[in-house]
């Protein structure tokens, strides 16, 4: 995939599963961080999905989504109760059998005695055929990846811990940069002349973000701008600048 400005795009998507963040009773802390993290190394997560755990549903996500992004991420389903069923869902998508791994059961292990690993606990060492593991090391369990596809823990220090360890293995694109411009106007005020400045410069994303400054109580806009190329950043972002000086003269 390319994009604007002619470097090479490295994309994601994230497919978080759970009833649970569904019903609202888990509050998803895992987004962000998940786009923060891809973003400061690269790659653009793209879109995000939030899936209940039906198996047909995940299959489906993964389906779709595997085809049309370089990376896809997926969190929660990999604990030992009953409702965890990613991993099976995942086989499942690949059309590959899933048993208990000898090399995750031998991570639990070093968490987990002998006699504590029933048959609950085991649940956690069962990967897909072919897939590798994703190291865990806040709790052993580990999570996996087939293909480019990679499953992990919905616990945030968990999940954390997984990116982190599988980060250096992935491809990675140009990092973005990022200037912000606060404007001491509403956003409807300049939304003209910074549409036009968008369409002189289609290479680089420029977002405003308005709020209400609670020392003066006026509104103001915050204006980024964000580019991989450092020349193109500093054009746009001079530009906008110059934009705002001027509203700000009236």
Same mark, same amino acid.
């Given at each position: 995939?390319?994009?604007?400005?002619?470097?090479?795009?490295?994309? *994601? *998507?994230?497919?978080?599963?759970?009833?649970?963040?569904?019903?609202?009773?888990?509050?998803?802390?895992? #987004?962000?961080?998940?786009?923060?993290?891809?973003?400061?190394? =690269?790659?653009?997560?793209?879109?995000?999905?939030?899936?209940?755990?039906?198996?047909?549903?995940? /299959?489906?996500? #993964?389906?779709?989504?595997?085809? +049309?992004?370089?990376?896809?991420?997926?969190?929660?389903?990999?604990?030992?109760?009953?409702?965890? @069923?990613?991993?099976?869902?995942?086989?499942?998508?690949? =059309?590959?059998?899933?048993?208990?791994?000898?090399? $995750?059961?031998?991570?639990?292990?070093?968490?987990?005695?002998?006699?504590?690993?029933?048959? %609950?606990?085991?649940?956690?060492?069962?990967?897909?055929?072919?897939?590798?593991? /994703?190291?865990?090391?806040?709790?052993? $369990?580990? =999570?996996?990846? @087939?293909?480019?596809?990679?499953?992990?823990?919905?616990?945030?220090? #968990?999940?954390?811990?997984?990116?982190?360890?599988?980060?250096?293995?992935?491809?990675?694109?140009?990092?973005?940069?990022?200037?912000?411009?606060?404007?001491?106007?509403?956003?409807?005020? @300049?939304?003209?002349?910074?549409?036009? #400045?968008?369409? +002189?410069?289609?290479?680089?994303?420029?977002?405003?973000?308005?709020?209400?400054?609670?020392?003066?109580?006026?509104?103001?806009?915050? &204006?980024?701008?964000?580019?991989?190329?450092?020349? &193109?950043? *500093? %054009?746009? =972002?001079?530009?906008?600048?110059?934009?705002?000086?001027?509203?700000?003269?009236?």
């Amino acid at each position: 995939m390319g994009e604007a400005d002619g470097a090479q795009s490295v994309t *994601a *998507a994230l497919v978080v599963i759970g009833d649970e963040v569904l019903s609202g009773r888990t509050k998803d802390k895992n #987004i962000g961080h998940i786009a923060e993290r891809l973003t400061d190394v =690269g790659i653009d997560l793209r879109e995000v999905r939030i899936v209940a755990d039906v198996e047909e549903d995940i /299959v489906a996500a #993964i389906n779709a989504l595997r085809q +049309r992004f370089t990376y896809v991420f997926t969190t929660g389903g990999i604990g030992p109760t009953h409702d965890d @069923i990613t991993a099976d869902s995942v086989a499942k998508a690949f =059309g590959v059998a899933i048993d208990v791994d000898p090399r $995750a059961r031998a991570m639990l292990l070093e968490y987990i005695a002998e006699k504590d690993l029933n048959e %609950a606990r085991l649940r956690m060492a069962r990967i897909p055929d072919g897939a590798s593991l /994703v190291v865990n090391e806040v709790s052993k $369990a580990p =999570g996996f990846r @087939i293909g480019n596809v990679i499953v992990m823990a919905g616990v945030p220090r #968990i999940m954390q811990a997984m990116l982190e360890a599988v980060l250096p293995e992935l491809e990675k694109g140009r990092p973005m940069l990022s200037r912000t411009i606060l404007a001491e106007a509403k956003e409807g005020d @300049i939304a003209a002349p910074l549409r036009a #400045i968008a369409e +002189r410069f289609p290479a680089a994303v420029i977002g405003s973000y308005p709020f209400r400054d609670e020392a003066d109580g006026r509104f103001k806009t915050n &204006l980024v701008v964000r580019a991989r190329d450092a020349d &193109l950043l *500093a %054009a746009a =972002g001079d530009a906008v600048a110059r934009m705002v000086d001027e509203a700000a003269r009236g």
